[in-house]
């Protein structure tokens, strides 16, 4: 991880990989490429607006609607697993040299003891799942799917 910043209730991660955009937009948004790095069932219906399902073990499901699909460059969605609100994942992904600037913006963490402990873990969470995507597309090997920093 290159760099993390924190600003507000936001958790803002960016990194570079050693893949092409359309490469990495393609294992951010497909079940195959999903399902290696990210989680253990996943359902994309590809589209604004589309409905997506994670699943990330027995009984542990998460979902969202996409907002905005601008392959290969913005993919962003909600990630409806905390009440009483969702919050906003965004993906933006930049050519640079032989590979992509990878930057994740995650928002709308609330305030509160819960929304703390979720903050705590998200941010740790996805500092685990970027190392697995980045070496999912720099060597085809990473560590199993599911949950982390839980």
């Given at each position: 991880?290159?760099?993390?910043?924190?600003?507000?209730?936001?958790?803002?991660?960016?990194?570079?990989?050693?893949?092409?955009?359309?490469?990495?937009?393609q294992?951010?948004?497909?079940?195959?490429?999903?399902?290696?790095?990210?989680?253990?069932?996943?359902?994309?219906?590809?589209?604004?607006?589309?409905a997506?399902?994670?699943?990330?073990?027995?009984?542990?499901?998460?979902?969202?609607?996409?907002?905005?699909?601008?392959?290969?460059?913005?993919?962003?969605?909600?990630?409806?697993?905390?009440?009483?609100?969702?919050?906003?994942?965004t993906?933006?992904?930049?050519?640079?040299?032989?590979?992509?600037?990878?930057?994740?913006?995650?928002?709308?963490?609330?305030?509160?003891?819960?929304?703390?402990?979720?903050?705590?873990?998200?941010?740790?969470?996805?500092?685990?799942?970027?190392?697995?995507?980045?070496?999912?597309?720099?060597?085809?090997?990473?560590?199993?799917?599911?949950?982390?920093?839980?």
């Open positions: 991880m290159e760099k993390t910043h924190l600003i507000g209730r936001s958790i803002e991660k960016e990194l570079f990989i050693k893949a092409t955009p359309e490469r990495v937009f294992a951010l948004t497909e079940k195959a490429d999903l399902e290696r790095w990210f989680l253990t069932k996943a359902e994309v219906d590809l589209r604004p607006g589309g997506i399902r994670f699943e990330w073990g027995p009984g542990l499901f998460e979902g969202g609607k996409i907002l905005v699909l601008e392959p290969p460059h913005r993919l962003s969605y909600t990630w409806e697993a905390l009440e009483p609100s969702p919050t906003t994942i993906f933006e992904l930049t050519a640079e040299n032989d590979g992509t600037r990878l930057r994740l913006i995650h928002t709308g963490i609330g305030e509160g003891e819960n929304w703390d402990n979720y903050y705590t873990s998200i941010s740790s969470g996805w500092n685990a799942h970027l190392n697995n995507l980045t070496a999912w597309l720099e060597t085809g090997i990473c560590e199993p799917p599911g949950p982390k920093g839980r």
